[in-house]
């Protein structure tokens, strides 16, 4: 962990708290490794003769997964999504499972989204659209996020899956959203009360015309607001109001665009934890090491 952190290397921390090791068991698919699983499950897949909390799990049938997720959530070890997600033993790596998306903190597997920044162009400066959770959703509700943002459901590509979001969440058309520039990925392992997040997000920018203005159509944003990307960078910098994740993907923005200075020793920190996390357990770690 870094020391004395900074007002935005302070999100990095937040977002790379896992530390599987010391309270979780390893899992695996087909002997490989591909996640801890929380203790709430020890007794359950130990009964389904799957290993032991000493030695590990082990499910040699990774097309049994799903089958598995759907028991452990009538069985209320979860709450389910009823949304499928592709299962993989680390980033980069193919899909070989699926499970509900609500699973995954339980089993601690990567887990993938998309987040995109709406910006526009204004004779004042460059602004950010922002979106207010709703207050009944399930996770940070209230909180401020993207204009879109959302996992990316099973058999779907990074492309895909924002163009999904994007018509759910803000109402925009295909033929816009085919304008979004990809501006690379972004991963962080931390531990939540759903469980242990392995995310990795993919980031996008898109640049929205000034007279677009956005209308949730799935009833999961509260409101809209067009904002300078200065108070974005304040608000970032000064509280906690995005949701967790989202601070990241912003500081990214900022960086990008030299609000914050990316040869400054802050700028070359945050980077790195951008690319490959603070934590161990962060999607890609494993392949680095044995590089």
Known sequence: MLSNPSPFLRH????????PAATRAPFRLAGVAAGWITPALFSRLTQAGLGSAADGFNLPDPAALEQLGEQLAAEGFYTSHHE???VATDVDCPAIARIDRGALPLFGLVAAG????????TDSGLHLWTGRRAANKRLDPAKLD??????IPAGHTPDEALTKEAAEEASITPALIASAQGT????????????LRRDVLYCYDLYLPTDFTPVAADGEVESFTLMPIEEALRIVRDTDEFKFNVNLVLIDLFLRHGLIDPASSEGKQLRAGLNHGLSSASPGHKARTEA
């Open 12 to 19: 990095l921390q937040q977002c790379n708290t896992a530390n």
């Open 184 to 195: 690379g990925r972004i991963v962080y392992a931390l531990d939540r009360p759903e469980g």
């Open 146 to 151: 993207h204009l879109v943002a959302g996992g």
């Open 114 to 121: 998309v987040h995109m920044n709406g910006l526009v162009r």
């Open 84 to 86: 499928l997600f592709d």
